[in-house]
């Protein structure tokens, strides 16, 4: 079955850029969106963007001046970037996949997670 | 932004207990509504799909309802290893978004 790993720095310094890169095994990325979400003791649950297998983005209104995202189908990963972070951004940041189906659309598999901290 | 709330934000019932939570849409969703449940330390895991389709494997004490902007999310016969924070999804417009959580404890 799917399985979803994020990888990347735990820690993050103000102003700079955040990098995570989500890695899929056990099935295909094409013909897929693939989310970023996060979760913070403040804000619960937030859906940052998704990309497309064909390389289409979208992007949640109140992060897109600071988000790219990015998608490598040979490797079977897709990454994102938040640049100029902030405090507000540290949070368990997660990578799922967008199921959709005649029946509806939702995020299953999740990967495990991985805390991005912003701090100096 | 659809805004999405929940109520109660924690709840505690007894072992055997019906447990009933509601998600609110701050406007018409249509039946653009998941419901899924985390555990401590783990992420979300999808229970209930198009407010009322149960995801393959998941036990038939759980079950959603509604349409609109007013959703309900059952546990019958609530078991220890319910224990967790459930949160309704919106998928009807992007952003998708969330409910703020419910978080079910055992009395």
């Known amino acids: 079955q799917v399985q979803l790993q994020e990888s990347g720095p735990g820690l993050a310094k103000p102003s700079e850029t955040l990098s995570l890169t989500c890695t899929v095994s056990g099935g295909s990325i094409s013909s897929y969106y693939w989310s970023w979400i996060r979760q913070s003791a403040g804000k619960g649950l937030e859906w940052i963007g998704r990309i497309h297998s064909s390389g289409t983005t979208n992007y949640n209104p109140s992060l897109e001046s600071r988000l790219t995202m990015s998608i490598d189908t040979s490797k079977k990963q897709f990454s994102l970037n938040l640049s100029s972070v902030t405090a507000a951004d540290t949070a368990v940041y997660y990578c799922?996949?967008?199921?959709?189906?005649?029946?509806?659309?939702?995020?299953?598999?999740w990967g495990q997670g991985t805390l991005v901290t912003v701090s100096s | 932004d659809i805004q999405m709330t929940q109520s109660p934000s924690s709840l505690s019932a007894s072992v055997g207990d019906t447990v009933t939570i509601t998600c609110q849409a701050s406007?018409?969703?249509?039946?653009?509504l998941n419901w899924y449940q985390q555990k401590p330390g783990k992420a979300p895991k999808l229970l209930i799909y198009?407010?009322?389709n149960l995801e393959t494997g998941v036990p038939s004490r759980f079950s959603g309802s509604g349409s609109g902007t007013d959703f309900t999310f059952t546990i019958s016969n609530l078991q220890p290893e319910d224990i967790a924070t459930y949160y309704c999804?919106?998928?009807?417009?992007?952003?998708?978004?969330f409910g703020p959580g419910t978080k079910v404890d055992i009395k």
């Open positions: 799922a996949r967008e199921k959709m189906t005649n029946l509806g659309r939702w995020f299953a598999p």
């Open positions: 999804q919106q998928y009807y417009i992007l952003p998708f978004t």
């Open positions: 198009d407010a009322s």
């Open positions: 406007q018409d969703i249509s039946n653009y």
